[in-house]
């Protein structure tokens, strides 16, 4: 096979301290090849690291460095390349001596054009076969790599998967019975229960939020059971605007404890979106009780926006909390990464509020400056827009 003149030719370096045949060589072979010559070892060792030929042609007696040492620093730098000696004539055994040493092939002085330009074709494809299969190599190897922890992490949300069963079956009783109660309470309330000194007055605001935070985690839990079931996902016109401000409400009381000053802005205009209630109220949630979290140390400030802009919902979290540091910002979505080993974090939060907002076709984005603060940026698509 020939290789003809191609946008990437071959690169063939000749190292031989004889002007006659090094140019020669370099005649024969300019059409095909990007040609390469250097009079010594020391030489052509530096070109070869500058240019990485696909074949080396190299005379075996030369001045200071023969060809045999030479041969075995090239194979110390590239072990793949391939190296063809050049022998004088009755060099039969010093021919034999380089094959051993790794020499890929020879040719006698001096060369016949057909078979020099066969032997150095069919080496430079060697060496690009090699390097080649290098190269797959290394992939196969990293795509292993990437599998094998994809495979962990699914195994993991697996196992974790059995154990939410067991979980979310011994939940849902003591949850009944805590929303049986606080209906009772509701109507108490309602209708005044003189043997408690309770006058007639509607629930006040803490037990509102009880109510809807305790429906909440039924409707989790309804959720959860019927998960892999057709038809489970519900989406319907729901007002995202309605739901930031009630995930608002429920963790002011949590806002007010820890020291954080949470400001929720709702703008007038009501931002509608199709999607699942119970879904969307988990992804805000996860994403302002991070915020929270954050600022608590600092005391700081936590704002929520909720607005409509170019023909999506765009809500944003911002906190003066402790900031994410740049090399882990890649890896906040990833399930169970979390910095709050040791106070209950399970590194799902944002994972979920990934998945849910992906779901409803939008997108989630964060700017973050460690030590000083983080904006989260949740984008709906508007409904009928
Ligand atoms: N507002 C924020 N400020 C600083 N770091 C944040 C913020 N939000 C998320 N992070 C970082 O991202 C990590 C992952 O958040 P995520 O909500 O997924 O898990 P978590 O809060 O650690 O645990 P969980 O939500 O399960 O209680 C956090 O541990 C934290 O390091
Ligand atoms: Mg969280």
């Known amino acids: 096979m020939h290789i003809s003149a191609s946008p990437d030719p071959a690169k063939v370096l000749i190292i031989d301290d004889e002007i006659g045949p ?4 370099r005649m024969l072979l300019k059409p095909s090849y990007q040609v390469h010559t250097a009079e010594n070892v020391e030489t052509g060792l ?22 045999i040492d030479g041969l075995r620093k090239i194979r110390e730098i590239d072990p793949h390349l391939s190296v063809i000696m050049f022998t004088g004539f009755g ?30 074709s069919r080496n430079v494809e060697r060496t690009r076969l090699q390097r080649q299969s290098e190269a797959t190599a290394h992939e196969v190897q990293e795509l292993n790599e990437r599998l094998r922890n994809e495979l962990a992490q699914k195994e993991r949300l697996a196992s974790l998967g059995q154990a939410s069963a067991e979980f979310v079956h011994d939940l849902s009783n003591p949850l009944t019975i805590v929303w049986g109660y606080v209906q009772i309470l509701a109507k108490k309330l309602e209708h005044g229960d003189g043997n408690n000194g309770l006058q007639p007055t509607s629930s006040p605001r803490e037990l509102q939020i009880i109510e809807q935070n305790v429906r909440l985690c039924r409707e989790l839990l309804t959720m959860w059971q019927s998960y892999g079931k057709v038809g489970a996902a519900k989406t319907k016109p729901v007002s995202i605007s309605n739901i930031v401000q009630d ?13 954080v000053q949470l400001d929720c802005h709702i703008a007038d205009e009501e931002c509608i979106v199709l999607g699942d209630p119970i879904q969307l109220t988990r992804a805000v949630q996860n994403v302002i009780v991070n915020a929270i979290q954050a600022a608590t140390d ?7 926006n909720c607005r409509e802009k170019d023909l999506y919902a765009d809500i944003q979290i911002r906190d003066t909390g402790y900031g994410i540091a740049e090399n882990e910002i890649g890896k906040i979505f990833d399930p169970y990464f979390t910095t709050k080993q040791g106070k209950n974090g399970t590194g799902l939060g944002l994972y979920i509020t990934k ?4 779901d409803h076709n939008g997108s989630i984005d964060v700017k973050s400056t460690l030590g000083e603060g983080t904006t989260f940026t949740l984008r709906l698509p508007l409904h009928d827009r």
């Open 22 to 25: 090094r140019e020669s060589l």
């Open 46 to 67: 530096q070109l070869l690291q500058e240019k990485r030929p696909d074949t080396i042609v190299m005379d075996i007696r030369m001045p200071g460095m023969n060809g």
């Open 91 to 120: 060099a039969l055994e010093t021919a034999q001596e380089a094959l051993r040493l790794g020499a890929n092939d020879y040719i006698n002085k001096p060369f016949d054009a057909v078979q020099m330009r066969e032997v150095i």
């Open 247 to 259: 995930v608002g409400k429920s963790v002011s009381g949590m806002a007010s404890q820890n020291g």
């Open 298 to 304: 600092k005391h700081g400030k936590v704002v929520v």
């Open 355 to 358: 998945k849910v907002i992906d």
